[in-house]
Structure formats: C-alpha cells, structure tokens
C-alpha cells in the first residue's frame, strides 16, 4: 500500500498541535512543533521529488467515503496549481519557528498549537478535491488566526481579530451560497449527489439558467477576492497584518487560499459564464486598482509594518490582474507570483518584528542607520526589499514582469494602469530602506544587538531561496505553465 | 390486549418517576442523593430501550399514537435531554429537601414530550404537551425563594395557559369542520376547511398556540425572562427539550394534518422565521447575561428551524430535524456550562445580583478549564463552526432552501449567522482573553460529565455524520 502522504501532511500538524498543547513549556512545544513541520517538510519534498511536472492530471490521489448519502467523500490529489503552494507553507513554516525560537515574549505552547493548526487547515484548502472539505478546511483557518492575532497582537488586537474573522467570514459564507447553488444544480442535473470539486466545475456548463450561472461565479469569485484580498474588500488586511504578532503576520502571507481559489474554482468556471468578458474586465480592473491604490497607500504610511502589509495588497493585486489575463504564460506568472509573494513577504514581515523587538517602533521616521548595527538584518532585508520592488533576479520580477507582459496581449489598458504603479513601488520601498537602513542612526536607541542566529538561519535560507528561484524558477514554474495551459485551453475550447 | 412493548419507554420513565417521588417522602434531605442517580438510571434505561427498538413501528390505542422514526427520532432527543439536564441536576439538587420533586417533574415533563412526539391525534397531542408544560412551570418557579425564579415560572406559566387555550381553540375548529381529532383523518376531511375563514382562523389559531411554545417572535416576549430566571438547568431542558415538542407538534398538525392548507401557512411562516431569527440575533448581540443571550440565541435558532416550514422538502425536514438533535446537544451543553459557572460564582459570593453576567466569565480558561473549552465548543456549534453539529445542521437545512430556490431566504439565514458569531465569540473571548483574579476552581462534576457527554455528541455529529443524517432523513420521510 502506498502512503497516504497527503493526508499525513494535513493530519500531522493538527495531531501535532494537540500534542504542543500537552506539553508543559515553550521549550518542549517548539520542539514538537519544529518536529512536526520538519516531517511535513520532509514528507512534502518526498512527494515534490516524485511528482509529475508534465501532467495536468491529479496525482497522490486519496479518497474515502464521508458522508455517502449527500455524495460528501474525504479526497485529496494535488497538482500544479496547488504543489507550489503546499511546498511554500511546507518550508516556511519550520524557519518561522526557527525564527521564533529565542523569541523571550510569552510564546506559549497554544502558540504553536495555533502556528501549527493554521498549516494543516491551509494545506487542506490547497490538497481538498471535495468541496465539503475544502470549505471545512477554508473556515477553519480562520480560527487559529483569529486566536493568535487576538491573544498576541498589538495595542489594537482585539478590532483587528473581529474585524478580521467577520469580513473574510461573510465572504466564505457568500461563497458557500455559491457552492451550494453549484452543488444542487448538479444533483439534478445528474441524479446524484456529488461534493466533487471537478465534478461540479464540470457540471456548470450545463445549467441552463444563464443568470444563476452569472451568480453562481461571482458568489464564488467574492469569496475568493476577499481572501486575497483585492479592492475593494481589503481594508480587513492592513488592520489584521498590523496588529498580528511576526509569526501571525506570516502565517496571514502563506495564507495564499484567496488566490489559489481563483485558479482552481473561477477560471474552469469563466468560459461558461454568460457575461465572460465582462467577469474579466472586473477581475483585471480590480487587480489593477489594486496594484496601483495599494503602491499608493504603501507610500503613504509612517510604520514600517503598515506601509508592508499595504504593499501584499499591492503584490497580490498581480494574481487577479494575471488570472484575467486568460494566456497561459500570464496566469502561472500569477500563480508564480503567489510563491514569490510568499516568501518575500515572509522576510519583510520577520524584518518588520526585528526592527520593532530591537528598536521599540517601527515608525519610519524615528528609524535610521540601522545598517550598521545590524548588517546581517540590513542584507537579508535589503534582498527581500530588491525582490518586492521586481529587481531581475529575484522571484518577485519574474512574476510581475510574466503577468504584466503576457496579461497586455489581452488586456492592454489594465496593464498600463498597473505599470504606473511600477514607479511608486520602487519608490516606497527604497525610501523606506534608505530611511531605516541608513542615513543617520538615531541614538536614543543605544547599542543595538543584530539578529540572532535562529533568526539570520531562517531568514537567510528563505532569502536564498528567493535568489535560486529568481535565477531558476522551472523547478515550480513548470508544473503551473502545465496546469494554465490546460486551464486555458477550456478558454480555447469555447472558442475565445 | 394491547401490547404494551412498544410503550416500555415511557412506561420506565412513569415508573421511575413515580417511585423517585414516593422513596423520597421517606427519606431525609442528605440521602435524597440517591434519587438524582435513580432518575439518571432511569432516563437512561428508557433511552437505551428506544434505541433497542428502533425497527420496531406501529400504532397504539386505536391509532392514536404511533411509533415511526420521527416519533422516535425525537424520543431520542427529548431523552438525551432530559439525562443531561439530569446527570448535571445531580450538583444542583444536592441538598434541597425538594429533590424527588424536582426529578419526578422532570420525569414528567419528558414523558409528556415524548407522547407528543407519538401523538396522532389531536386531543392525545394537546394532553400531553400539557403535561410536558405544566410539569416545566413547576420547575421554572423550583427556587421558591428566588423572585427571579418566580417570576419566569409565572410568566411562563400565563402564557403557557393562553397559548393552550388558544391552541385547544384552533383543535376545537378542525374538529367541528373536519369532524376527526385524528392527525391524518384531518388530512383526508380537509376539504370543508379549504378556503373557507374557518380553516384560515384555526391556522392562525394553531400557529399561534404552537409558537409560544418555539418561541416564534411576536411570540416569543417570555423566553428571555424565563430562560433567564429559571433554575439554568430547567432552562437547559425548555430551550433544549420543551422547544423540540413543539416542532415536533407543528411538525405533525401542519405537514401532517393540514397538509392541504399549505398556501395558507406557508407565508406566515417565511415571515415568522426571518422576524424570529433576525430579531434574535440582533437583540442577542447586546446582552450581558449569559442566559438570556443563549435565550435570545434559541429564538434566533427557532427561526432557522421555521425555514424548513417554508422550503417543505426531504431535505429540508432532515435539516430541521437534524438541527433539533444537535441544538438540543449545543443548547443544554451551553445552559449547563453556564449552571457550572453560576455555581461556582455563587459558592464564591452568596448574594451575587446576576451570576450570569458575562464578566464573570472573565479568565474561565483558567480558573475552569474544562467548562470553558466545552463551552467554547458548544458557543462555536451554534455559531455554525465546520465539524461541528451545528455547523452540519446549518449546512444541510441552508443548502435545502437553495435547493428550492428560495435564494433570498438562504441569504438571510446565512447573514444571521455572521451576525450571531459576533455574540458567541464574545464569550469566548471573555473566557480566553481577559484576565481574572479569581484562582482555579474544582469543577463540580455531575456538570463536567454532562457537558463532556454533550460536547463528544456535539463532536460526533460533526465528524461522524452520516448516521445521523440518514435518521434524519428516515425521519423525515414520515412527514412527507
């Protein structure tokens, strides 16, 4: 019998998050949990090593029987769309606890258990073939999140956490609206009761209803822009990612379901909307917006943390604006910019906790000079800055330069939108890292320690991984060219 | 002869009841212990004896009671109630010279939910609802010293006696029209009620008298005083128990009897669910007691069971009646969670004005760390939280009115529950996040064992839920 890796990468976190519960200090727990996302690292390379990059197709496949009599069934596959982003968490996580290690603030073994629930319900999203599941999976990532942002967040963590859960919980419920009117429809259609995700993309076409089919989409799509988020439903975001501890604010950036919802659910659905174009139109005017006002407002906030949570909604701004740009090469550039955005965020946000645990603000302008206090902070973070604002090299230019090149042969005008907001992201962030890194160094804040060696270990390797990446993407971007190009040849296929 | 076998359940719990209360006349106020295992026995024995039966269906007494899945389906719940409310009343009682009082009429409010739950004929219905109701008013006034206690039994109790009178009213017109008090001999001599004022009168008549029982809003003004008032674990057993008797009665009366007068009853239903489940929620948002914000959350889950009047279909009933099962479960896990803290805050500072107030949950993590995770669990049920029961209950009865079509009714549903996870998070919150000065407690534990028993029910229904569904679904197609 083959192993069921799949399963073992979403049920090992949650097992193991019971378990750091049980244990009696932070020393034991962060043992347990670095075990546990060692071994779901280890496991997930395992399956990254014999994964087909060439199929389309669903592989390590698990399937069980649920709930029969309303056709819900416990089945797992991955492919393209989702390997890069169970990879992402997969490595990340085990150097944010790394990260957290020395970390003397009350990190207490509920934090781990919530760290390590959060991956295990986010892997599921991403391995979930059954719609049950996935939304089971979907909302219960909100639980841990909204714990952790509500017990260690900032001075405003409380309006943070609420604001937080309410907004993205009306969006996943408007999508569960979605879901069911998918879900019923089918069941006449076929007779049957069937929670099948592929099954009931596949079932949409034949609704005769062209307005349901309209509504059914954007019921789905809200859901997912939400998630992302995009404009306008972002505002939950800067507050959320502010307020979070470094880890909390990590955890949000692997949180890439909004985007992963897009490629898996809308696009197979898109060709048999009756409005198409006009779906589409929406979908790249949004991300456009969203590119071009998040540069805008990055650029306008004082806190280094704020101006990083308004550039992700900037950043992410690219996945809807590629996802609509309807060529192959267009979408896996915004799929690959999900993997990007993963792990560049994941050093500003640790830098952002840096700074703040050193300095005791993160207020742009009190900083200064930082660089030669901490120069291995100012390397990593000067990396992770350079790959945000797309310099070539690293994993943020090729996604950008892929969606912003390849959506323009569809959608021209958004493009151009969005190239503007090219100037001020170079902007913002170099302003922000010539004030904090050097310049003058602030003397109120004495002898500064640089990071320590957990914190460079784990920032160090994600910062590598974002230059190998940059210089070599095939490794993942191959299996998403795969995946969008089966996506799109639908589009083909209806003749668009 | 009749045989009796199919009646054992509740001939046990009428025996149990009955022996509970004359064994207590002689014994002295400390051995009264005993009586609370007794009763607990017995409430159990009858609940494993329907479980043992039941395949086993038919009709009793000239057909008018009858034994079917939905009848058992809800024997089940009325049961599963009444043994937690009775386990947890084990603390609650002791040392009340009142003891054999107290469980005789909770025997006796279970057998009357469980006749109604038989019944196929309309004066069987009406003569056990009130003895299920007349038993329940005597324990909501069971701390004869306590005005508050007083006051919801009294308050109940005027409207319990309106809403009978004005039931037996609408009983009283379908039988001079149709001539039959039985169930479906209504249904077949339906035709004189149709479209004349006599049949729109007796369904007013009927709903009104049936939603003061499931505290449909505008009918639902004595709920909060009473569930707030009432001893918490007779609240458990209204909200949980005394709440699922009266669906189970309009289920039969309406799907059943006046099946045919449906144009008439279905939109005053629609009306009655968004009114009920909206007002609940939103007036729950702002309470401070616990009590009464888990009575306003029942009206609100009211509502949501009234959908499935509207959208009348398989799914729908296995959704309601699913949702039946798991509130009573979510509902008295949550009241007897509540009782464990009234407890405790009362063992602390005798003369407490409101024991219930959410700032005495302040730090529960802590000081009660058992309580407060099953009461998380229970809170995030009824909040609709995935692998929870609530949570397949919800599913299944939302997905039933997308089923039918009823899109905006779905839509409604689904934005009241965003809005009551805003109230239920709040008390988890209170329990979590802010801190308490108040040290550790040993938790009593005939609470703790109830509300462990309730929460793995919880769980189960969430996880586990193809038998459950698959009842649900053989109980609702007696019905339709």
New interface residues.
């Given amino acids: 019998m083959e192993i069921p890796i799949l399963s073992l990468i979403v049920l090992i976190p949650f097992l193991f998050s019971v378990l750091t519960l049980l244990t009696k200090n932070k020393e034991q727990a962060r043992a347990v949990a670095l075990l546990s996302s060692v071994v779901v690292l280890t496991l997930t390379v395992y399956m990254y090593l014999n994964f087909d990059s060439n199929t389309a197709q669903m592989q390590f496949q698990e399937f069980a029987q649920w709930v029969p009599s309303l056709g819900i069934n416990y089945q797992l596959g991955i492919d393209g769309i989702s390997m890069p982003l169970v990879l992402l968490n997969a490595i990340v996580i085990p150097f944010l606890i790394l990260f957290t290690w020395n970390d003397e603030k009350n990190h207490s073994n509920r934090f781990y258990a919530l760290l390590l629930a959060t991956q295990g319900a986010v892997i599921g999203v991403f391995v979930s073939l059954d719609f049950f599941l996935f939304y089971v999976f979907w909302e219960l990532t909100l639980v841990p999140l909204f714990f952790m942002v509500s017990i260690w967040g900032g001075p405003a963590k409380h309006k943070a956490a609420i604001k937080f859960f309410i907004y993205t919980h009306v969006g996943s419920l408007v999508m569960l609206l979605g879901i069911f009117a998918l879900y019923f429809t089918a069941w006449k259609q076929t007779g049957t009761p069937n929670m099948n995700i592929e099954h009931l993309l596949s079932q949409f076409q034949f609704i005769s209803d062209g307005l349901s089919r309209n509504l059914i989409f954007l019921a789905l799509l809200f859901g997912f822009l939400v998630k992302i988020p995009s404009f306008p439903f972002h505002s939950w975001l800067p507050d959320a990612y502010v307020e979070a501890p470094t880890a909390g604010s990590v955890l949000f950036v692997l949180l890439k379901i909004g985007g992963y919802g897009l490629f898996r659910v809308s696009l197979p659905l898109l060709p048999f909307t009756p409005s198409m174009d006009l779906m589409v139109t929406v979908m790249a005017a949004l991300g456009s917006v969203s590119i071009l006002y998040g540069a805008f407002l990055a650029l306008a906030q004082r806190d280094l943390k704020r101006m990083v949570a308004y550039s992700s909604i900037s950043h992410m701004g690219y996945v809807t604006l590629g996802a609509a740009g309807l060529v192959s090469l267009s979408v896996s550039g915004a799929m690959f910019q999900q993997f990007s955005h993963g792990l560049i965020m994941s050093i500003m946000f640790m830098s952002c906790g840096v700074i703040n645990r050193a300095t005791g603000t993160r207020i742009i302008n009190d900083l200064g000079g930082l660089a030669g206090k901490m120069p291995k902070l100012a390397v990593i973070m000067m990396l992770a800055f350079m790959a945000s604002l797309g310099l070539p090299g690293l994993t943020g230019f090729i996604a950008e330069f892929m969606v912003l090149t390849f959506t323009y042969i569809n959608q021209p005008t958004y493009v151009i939108i969005a190239i503007l907001a090219v100037i001020i992201t170079a902007a913002y962030h170099l302003w922000a890292m010539q004030r904090t890194m050097f310049g003058v160094y602030n003397q109120k804040f004495g002898v500064l320690k640089d990071i320590s060696a957990s914190q460079t270990f784990s920032m160090a390797i994600i910062a590598l991984l974002i230059l190998y990446f940059g210089l070599n993407p095939s490794p993942v971007l191959n299996m998403m060219i795969t995946n969008s190009e089966k996506l799109v040849s639908l589009l083909a296929v209806t003749g668009v | 002869m009749v045989d009796l076998t199919l009646l054992t359940p509740e001939l046990t719990l009428v025996g149990t009841g009955l022996v509970v209360l004359s064994i207590g006349l002689f014994l002295n106020t400390n051995a009264k212990k005993i009586l609370s295992y007794l009763a607990s026995l017995g409430i159990l024995a009858s609940l494993v004896l329907v479980l043992t039966n039941l395949g086993n269906g038919g009709m009793l007494f000239n057909e008018t009671l009858s034994f079917d899945a939905l009848s058992q389906f809800f024997k089940i719940v009325f049961l599963s109630v009444a043994l937690l409310v009775s386990i947890a009343s084990i603390k609650y009682t002791e040392g009340n010279s009142h003891t054999e009082e107290f469980y005789s009429l909770l025997i006796f409010a279970t057998v009357g939910m469980m006749f109604v739950a038989s019944a196929n004929d309309l004066i069987v219905l009406f003569v056990a609802f009130e003895l299920a109701s007349l038993a329940t008013y005597a324990l909501a006034g069971f701390e004869k010293k306590n005005p508050l206690s007083l006051e919801a039994s009294m308050k109940y109790f005027m409207i319990g006696a309106l809403s009978a009178a004005l039931m037996l009213f609408g009983i009283s017109f379908i039988y001079g029209a149709t001539g039959t008090t039985s169930i479906p001999g209504v249904a077949e001599n339906i035709n004189i009620l149709l479209g004349s004022p006599i049949g729109l009168l007796s369904v007013v008549l009927m709903i009104a008298g049936l939603g003061f029982k499931i505290a449909l809003v505008p009918f639902h003004m004595w709920a909060p005083d009473t569930y707030q008032g009432s001893p918490s674990v007779v609240s458990s057993l209204l909200a949980a128990g005394s709440k699922k008797m009266g669906f189970v009665a309009a289920f039969k009366v309406f799907m059943v009897g006046l099946i045919a007068l449906q144009a008439e009853w279905t939109t005053a239903f629609a009306l009655l669910a968004v009114i009920t489940m909206t007002l609940g929620n939103i007036v729950a948002l702002s309470q401070n007691s616990v009590k009464r914000m888990l009575a306003y959350s029942s009206v609100a889950q009211a509502g949501y069971i009234t959908m499935s009047f509207v959208v009348m279909s398989k799914t729908a009933l296995a959704g309601a009646i699913l949702y039946a099962l798991s509130h009573g479960f979510m509902k008295a896990g949550a009241f007897i969670a509540t009782a464990a803290v009234i407890y405790m805050v009362l063992s602390e500072k005798k003369d407490s004005e409101m024991p219930d107030h959410i700032d005495n949950f302040r730090g529960l993590g802590k000081r009660m760390p058992i309580t407060a995770l099953c009461m998380t669990i229970f809170l995030?049920a009824l909040a609709g939280?995935?692998?929870t029961a609530g949570y397949m209950s919800k599913?299944?009865l939302?997905?039933s009115t997308?089923?039918a079509g009823l899109?905006w009714l779905?839509?409604i549903a689904?934005?009241n529950?965003?809005i009551s996870?805003?109230y239920y998070?709040r008390v988890v919150?209170y329990m979590?996040?802010l801190s308490s000065e108040g040290e550790k407690i040993a938790e009593p534990v005939p609470y703790t064992v109830a509300m462990i028993i309730a929460a793995i029910f919880v769980l189960a229904i969430g996880f586990w839920?193809?038998p459950f569904?698959?009842w649900a679904?053989e109980a609702a197609k007696v019905l339709i």
């Fill in positions: 995030f939280i995935p692998l599913f299944v939302f997905a997308i089923e899109v779905a839509v689904i934005l529950s965003a996870l805003f998070a919150k979590y996040f839920s193809e569904i698959y679904m």
